[in-house]
C-alpha cells in the first residue's frame, strides 16, 4: 500500500494567500511529517505531529492530523514566493522507515 | 549546527561503470539511510543500516547495491553497474531525535 499521497498535485497562489496540502495515508501512524524541498534540492524537516496530536503551528505553519480519517493537512499561511517548493509529507514504517507521498508541487507568484 | 553531508554533488557516468556515493552522517546518529528521487517522482526507500548492518532494503536494492560504514564516519552506497534507470537524485539521512538529509547527490547514467 502507499502511505502519505497528497493532493493537490501542484498549486498556484498569489503572494499573500493561503497555501493548503493534504495528505492521505493508509497504515496506523505514531507521527506524520512534513517536508520541503526546493527544485532539485535536499529534503528539509518542516513540522511532525504525533499521532495524539490534533494540530501544531510552526511560524507561519499550521499542520492538523486526523487519525480517524488518517489525513493530514499542511497551512502556509500569508505564502511568500520563497515557499515554492515541493511539499512532502512522510509517515514512519516499522523498523524507523520514512515512506513519503508523492508531494504537492507549490508555486508562489509575486 | 550539525549537518549530513553528501559528496559528490553531481556524478555523471557511462553505463556499466561502478559509482560510489559518500555521505557523512551526523555524528552521534544511530541509523542511516539512502533513498532516492527519480526525477519528478516520489522519495524511495532504499536502505536503512544500523549497528554496521543492513537492517531492512527495499526491493529496488538488489544486489547492485551495496552500503557500507568502512571508518565509523563515512556512509556509502556503491552501485556496481550502473543502469540507465539508476539515473536519480540519492538522498543520504541519519536519524536520532528526528530525521536529516544530506543535500542529496545527483547522479546521471548515460
Known amino acids: 500500500s502507499q502511505q502519505g499521497e497528497e493532493d493537490p498535485q501542484a498549486l498556484s497562489i498569489q503572494e499573500g494567500e493561503n497555501a493548503t496540502m493534504n495528505c492521505s495515508y493508509k497504515t496506523s501512524i505514531n507521527n506524520l511529517q512534513w517536508y520541503r524541498q526546493n527544485s532539485g534540492r535536499g529534503l528539509v524537516h518542516l513540522i511532525l505531529?504525533?499521532?495524539?496530536?490534533r494540530e501544531k503551528h510552526s511560524g507561519r505553519l499550521r499542520v492538523t492530523l486526523d487519525t480517524s480519517k488518517k489525513s493530514s493537512s499542511l497551512l502556509i499561511t500569508a505564502s511568500r514566493a520563497a515557499d515554492t517548493a515541493s511539499y512532502f509529507c512522510?509517515?514512519?514504517?516499522?523498523?524507523?522507515?520514512?515512506?513519503f507521498g508523492a508531494g504537492t508541487i507549490l508555486r508562489v507568484k509575486s | 549546527e550539525p549537518e549530513v553531508t553528501q559528496t559528490p554533488s553531481h556524478q555523471v557516468t557511462q553505463m556499466g561503470q561502478e559509482v560510489i556515493l559518500r555521505c557523512v552522517p551526523i555524528?552521534?546518529?544511530?541509523?542511516f539511510y539512502w533513498y532516492r528521487q527519480i526525477l519528478g517522482q516520489k522519495v524511495e526507500f532504499l536502505v536503512s543500516f544500523y549497528n554496521n548492518e543492513i537492517s531492512e532494503k527495499s526491493e529496488i536494492f538488489d544486489d547492485q547495491f551495496s552500503v557500507e560504514r568502512p571508518d565509523g564516519s563515512n556512509f556509502t552506497l556503491k552501485i556496481r553497474s550502473t543502469k540507465l534507470e539508476d539515473s536519480a537524485m540519492y538522498f543520504c539521512a541519519s536519524l536520532y531525535r528526528g530525521w536529516f538529509f544530506g543535500p542529496g547527490t545527483r547522479l546521471l547514467v548515460l
Open positions: 512522510a509517515t514512519v514504517e516499522y523498523g524507523n522507515k520514512l515512506v
Open positions: 505531529i504525533r499521532s495524539n496530536e
Open positions: 555524528s552521534n546518529h544511530l541509523y
